[in-house]
């Protein structure tokens, strides 16, 4: 979410570095999506900021929802993702080609089958973004 700090640290570190917010636009770009629904738990200011990353880096939230918590987001339920993903309008998500859940201390990664079974789009999470980008990085001839 902050290019500056990321790029600092890149400069700084021994092996390559990878934020969040840069593996999930990975995987978005190699998904071809533009339009996204943005979930967090954050509070609603670094979600917007958050939010205003992605349209920087060309990719369009066509709505987000946020939990406003400041901590504890290994304590946030599956239940509490699906009330937020009800917080976003139905256009909002019909317009967006993908679902992001930008957090990687939210337990999220065995809600992702079942939301992209009822939402018919792909879902990704911080944490699986990060998995694809790790696996890309180790083997670069795989697509």
């Keep these: 979410m902050y290019p500056e700090s990321t790029d600092a640290a890149q400069q700084e570190a021994r092996v390559l570095l990878v934020s969040a917010f840069d593996a999930i636009t990975v995987a978005l770009s190699r998904l071809a999506v533009t339009r996204i629904v943005l979930l967090t738990p954050y509070p609603d200011e670094m979600a917007e900021a958050e939010a205003h990353m992605f349209r920087r880096s060309g990719i369009d939230v066509t709505g987000r929802a946020s939990l406003g918590l400041a901590d504890g987001y290994d304590t946030i339920t599956g239940v509490q993702v699906k009330e937020l993903i009800e917080k976003v ?25 079942e939301l992209q079974k009822s939402l018919g789009k792909p879902v990704i999470s911080s944490n699986l973004a990060i998995g694809w980008h790790a696996q890309q990085a180790r083997r670069p001839d795989a697509a």
């Design 89 to 113: 309008s139905c256009g909002a998500i019909d317009k967006a080609e993908a679902i992001v859940l930008s957090c990687t201390g939210w337990p999220t990664f065995d809600l992702i089958p």
